[in-house]
């Protein structure tokens, strides 16, 4: 009787945990990216959600921000990482994925793009349409870390870009040529 309660109780503390860590509720629970600031609901295809082992979590908007993330706590170790399903948006376990790097459609904060499936079908229909590579969760972890200086360097030019235009339009309102 104990044994079966206490199996019980581990199914239970099971789908518990595993709600939690790829729950639908990472959004609300992480609604910006803690470095760029996008709406990770509106990026739900290309959100990330990691769980280090010392129990803490951090919601990003792309496996590029993760990254930054990762490479910056160097000292944590994830313990989970869940990602948004392309194709669904329903968060998936990275591991488990089917990624693709690169095709014609734009990354997420990046220039060679890195999406997630639940199933190989799904990626293999991704790749049909829009191309690229059938990828590994390491071999796209790996793809944004030699990314990350071409991608860094096009985010900080396009965000000058867009301060320059908000000064330009400034001026504009209070008369200025």
Known sequence: MKYKLGLVLAAVFVIGWVLAVFGADDAKQYPSCKYCGMDREKFAHSRVLVHYDDGKGEGFCSIHCAVVDLAVNIDRAPGSVGVGNYKTKGLIDAEKAFWVIGGSKPGVMSGRAKWAFKTEDEAAAFIKEFGGEAATFESAVKAAYEDMYQ????????????RKAMEANKGMEHGHK
């Open 151 to 162: 991608d860094t360097r096009a985010i900080r030019e396009r965000r000058a870009m867009k």
